[in-house]
């Protein structure tokens, strides 16, 4: 479409335009869904017709100014909440009119001008159709920003601080912010009586005192304040400021109560996940404190037998020696077996003290400690066992220590009873941040789920509780006639 031709369309169009826009009021009433269109309304309708063009052209205006202010006029009829096809139809009514007219009073210039309309009206309808995809848009990716950032944030504050940006890039806005109300904010009733309903507030306003950043005042040229309310309650405001004189659409307000609802239960929703991150922690706590305390209760346990019961035990059996050896002939048989008695439970105590609280972990480190638990499983179990060390060459705390412990001690007292294996392999091994413990069998296996699921399956859940409150990761494998392979990565850098 040549400059020439459209500057001769417009020469002709010029004289008719008064009454071709007032017909447009007509047809903007009658294609409305609602039969009201407003100033507003027909403003923006005005400005994308061919004699809107014609108005640019004769003002000596280039043609992409026109196709500029079609963008512009159409996103905002998107944001009135017109239609697109209701646009549609306005137009083609007005070019309607326009070709009658052209026809009645240029009967020798119609064929050329009817085609320079037809061109126009074929691209205005490209742009204003590419200008509510733009709105649309937008819209999807406003939605689409706020639930990424819900799902990202770590926390309330994080929260609010992701939505400002995304909401204030989305209105177009100079600045924005999030402010939440607790139920005592030090404001007055009437106060908050006016800020629960939307406002436009001018620059320089008595209503300016409303925006509640007070570093915004004085440096915008208009505001915006939505409220949010959670069961009925004031809970929040959303404060926008703009460079310029701008009052929302009604499409925009529709969106800010949305965005609205989204922010507040986007921040309920992190709310109680930083309560329920608060309570596992505090769980964890717990159950670290119940750890250490069951630990120190053994540890009492243990050197009580050691201190009382096996001391008096190794008393006795030595007086049951002795009295063996100065008897008659026909008691020693019968001291004999009370001093094997006497041993035999002198080895037991020994065994239970040792299952009690590990002091080869204490005394001898971690690797001597396992070589030494390893030896007595020989000797339970008719099993190969192989072993493979490389440990950590430093002394780690006793808390880690005991933990690696206690999670290849139920390791083996798993495979004893229930594993029916034939051979067994353990390594651990270590680098400068991080230990390896793993422990497998080829014996009868397990479905690890329904396994960890029985309420009784505290060994396998006590395993996983210990090694994660130290921050690693216990993962057990297994299936049915395939073994069992439990693999324990523990980070002891920060021990």
Known sequence: MDRASLERFARVVQPHLRRLDAALGRQLKAVLAD?????????????????????????????????????????????????PMEVVDALRQYDGELDGLLAKRYARQHAALAAVARQLHFQILLAVNHAYYEVREAETQAFYGLLRAEMEATGLEDLLRRF???LTRTFRAQAGRIIPLAENAPLASRVLKRLAHPLYIAAGSAEEALILDRAMHGVYQSYWSIPFFWEGRLTGLIQFGFPKAYRWLPRELDLLNAFAERCLRGAERARLMQDLASREEQVRSLAAHLLRGEEEERRRISR????EAGQSLLFLRLHLEMLEKSAPAGMQAKLSEARGVAERIIGEIRRIIAALHPSAVEELGLAAAIRHLSARFRKLYPM????RLKPYEARLSREIETTIYRVVQECYQNIGKHSGASRVNLLMRSTDTLLELNVEDDGVGFEVERAVAQPESFGLKGMRERVALMGGHLEIRSMPGQGTRIAMRLPISDH
């Open 164 to 166: 400002v940006p995304i």
């Open 35 to 83: 039969g009201a269109g407003d100033a507003r309304q027909l403003k923006a309708m005005s400005a994308i017709t061919p004699g809107a063009a014609a108005r640019l052209l004769n003002a000596g205006r280039p043609t992409a100014d026109f196709f500029e202010q079609v963008a512009n006029n159409s996103r905002r009829l998107a944001k009135l909440n017109i239609p």
């Open 384 to 387: 190969h066992l192989r072993l």
């Open 304 to 307: 009580e037998l050691h201190d």
